[in-house]
């Protein structure tokens, strides 16, 4: 083979196998900009470790990237070499989509929280046969609900969203005389809840300011709304 033959053959396997590198190293980078906005400008963002995470995405990228240029231009040991940028590439293309935890568990922190509310205004509605109009009385159904679910709802339960270096405690907005969910005029800040009551008291609906992204100068309301009727639940008769 000659020896511009091999050197297109060296710049192709770098490119194939290069390939394979840049998930982990766009995901790693996607990190570090998330860290570096976080620390540089004002904004609200999920709680996680973004520079640990992006330090070991890029870690893992370049040494694939260095596997993959040593194998073409140095020695690649019969090709076995190629195997590590293979293995790792082909890892983080399944790992990568289910990859983003800290948004997850956002979500799902959120969503037990609006559905441990929904749960533990049944419990006062089936004892005072009508839904919460005040805060303080919203505060009590969440400190009266069923025994065996204390332990889901603290006092001042922290959400999954941080501004600067502290945890954001749920905020709670009530809303009386209402006749839907609120949707607009919404704070900007992740982690308020609406509660709207009807004039009756005799329904409700939640929604929630989220994040739709990692880190974010705004937060954006929930779509979907937590609602219940007072003649969805049975009514204890004493």
């Known amino acids: 083979m000659s020896e511009s033959s091999r050197t297109s053959l060296k710049v192709l396997l770098t490119v194939v196998f290069g390939l394979f590198s840049l998930p982990m190293l766009i995901f790693g980078g996607y990190f570090l900009v998330c860290w570096f906005r976080i620390h540089t400008s004002d904004v609200y963002?999920?709680?996680f470790s973004y520079l640990t995470a992006g330090l070991i995405w890029m870690g893992i990228g370049i040494l694939s990237l260095?596997?993959?240029l040593y194998g073409a231009w140095r020695r690649s040991f019969y090709g076995l070499l190629f195997v590590v940028p293979l293995f790792l590439g082909l890892g983080a293309m399944v790992i990568i989509p289910d990859g983003r935890p800290e948004t997850f568990r956002s979500m799902v922190a959120d969503s037990n929280y609006l559905s441990d509310t929904n749960s533990?205004?049944?419990?006062?509605?089936e004892d005072h046969h009508r839904f919460p109009v005040s805060e303080s009385e919203f505060k009590e159904a969440?400190?009266?609900g069923p025994a065996a679910w204390q332990?889901?709802?603290q006092h001042s339960p922290e959400s999954r969203y941080k501004r600067g270096a502290k945890l954001l405690p749920y905020e709670l907005?009530?809303?009386n005389n209402a006749i839907g969910p609120r949707l607009t005029d919404v704070s900007q800040r992740p982690g308020v809840i609406y509660y709207c009551v009807s004039r009756d008291q005799q329904e409700f609906w939640v929604t929630m300011t989220s994040l739709n992204s990692d880190e974010a100068s705004a937060a954006v309301i929930e779509r979907v709304?937590?609602?219940a009727a007072g003649s969805d639940y049975p009514v204890k008769k004493h």
């Open 45 to 47: 963002y999920v709680a």
């Open 66 to 68: 260095l596997a993959t």
């Open 120 to 125: 533990f205004l049944r419990v006062w509605y």
């Open 142 to 144: 969440m400190a009266k």
């Open 151 to 153: 332990y889901r709802v």
């Open 173 to 175: 907005v009530i809303i």
């Open 225 to 227: 709304a937590k609602h």
